[in-house]
Nanobody, 123 residues
Framework: QVQVVESGGGSVQSGGSLRLSCVAS????????MGWFRQAPGKEREGVAA???????YYADSVKGRFTISQDNAKNTLYLEMNSLKSEDTAMYYC?????????????????WGQGTQVTVSS
């Protein structure tokens, strides 16, 4: 079992920046990939960015060039640096861990999920 807890959400104006953090605990030795997902009201949860244990990164087209995912393996912490935020980035952001897949933004590949942290971008 892996537990993940997100933090760092908040409210920001359009064009602003936020950094999300996610701390993993428990049996983290088996984690292969960690990712950030988001869900806006009335929409499906979508993949935003992911990074595997080898450091390979994956991004949704909508955030490429604006968001950066990184990890500190020593601290079991995942980060998402979000710049040039837009109103359409407003959503609940979730951290997730996969112990079965090394790649991708397909939410079905992730087994352990956090409770989410809200990001609100006002125009």
């Amino acid at each position: 079992q892996v537990q993940v807890v997100e933090s760092g959400g908040g409210s920001v104006q359009s064009g602003g920046s936020l950094r999300l953090s996610c701390v993993a605990s428990g049996d983290t030795s088996n984690k292969r990939c960690m990712g950030w997902f988001r869900q806006a009201p009335g929409k499906e949860r979508e993949g935003v960015a992911a990074i595997n244990r080898f450091g390979t990164t994956y991004y949704a087209d909508s955030v490429k060039g604006r968001f950066t995912i990184s990890q500190d393996n020593a601290k079991n912490t995942l980060y998402l640096e979000m710049n040039s935020l837009k109103s359409e980035d407003t959503a609940m952001y979730y951290c997730a861990t996969s112990i079965t897949s090394y790649s991708g933004l397909n939410r079905s590949l992730y087994q352990y999920w956090g409770q989410g942290t809200q990001v609100t971008v006002s125009s």
